[in-house]
């Protein structure tokens, strides 16, 4: 039953969109899956091929996804490199991927030292304890410490997955945020780092 009303609101679709669309005064013909094409509860997994977005990659293919792609020109000339990153800092797309793949590189190895200079203080947890300096930092990560699921998502995060806008740049998902300390400068500081956050 599910499997003819899903082919109905098909057809019923595309003959409005034919309709909207279409300018010739020959019908256009609509053509319907065969039933057997559909996957029912019945089909197990084997019968399924995977799905996925990315090309395979091929013996020579490095798996390591910290590599910076400039990528290649598309139809429009646009590179990778040429994001505009202008909404939140001067620096360019390129350094605003090389420090977050320090900011990546730093917490991974857990140099709670380095991190912390990174830091704009004072920033505070989600139980609103306030940590002012680089020292209360690297004492509340070596004591209280981060939940691993947060080192273990970076860790799987690649760095041309960023994304940013007029907050900052983000890292793994919202995890960590930085920004530019000056729109004129290319000074960032790290702003929310796991729990804690700009107060």
Not at 107 to 121: F, R
Not at 172 to 196: P, R
């Amino acid at each position: 039953m599910k499997k003819r009303v899903l082919a109905l609101c098909l057809a019923i679709s595309l003959s409005a969109i034919g309709m909207a669309c279409g300018s010739s005064s020959e019908p256009e013909t609509v053509e319907v899956a065969d039933p057997s094409e559909y996957v029912t509860q019945n089909d197990t997994s084997k019968d399924i091929a995977p799905v996925s977005d990315e090309a395979p990659m091929d013996s020579t293919e490095s798996a390591n996804n910290d590599n910076i792609d400039e990528g290649t020109d598309d139809s429009s000339g646009s590179k990778a490199s040429d994001f505009d990153c202008s909404v939140f800092t001067a620096a360019n797309y390129s350094e605003v991927c090389e420090y977050a793949k320090k900011i990546k590189d730093l917490t991974i190895a857990e140099d709670w030292n380095a991190i912390g200079d990174m830091i704009c203080y004072p920033v505070k947890n989600r139980n609103g304890k306030v940590i002012k300096s680089k020292e209360d930092f690297v004492k509340y990560a070596s004591d209280t410490g981060f939940d691993k699921s947060y080192i273990d998502s970076l860790s799987k995060w690649s760095v041309d997955e960023i994304w940013f806008d007029s907050h900052g740049a983000c890292v793994d998902d919202g995890n960590i945020w930085f920004e530019d300390c000056d729109s004129d400068d290319t000074e960032f500081k790290i702003c929310s780092f796991f729990a804690l956050s700009s107060q």
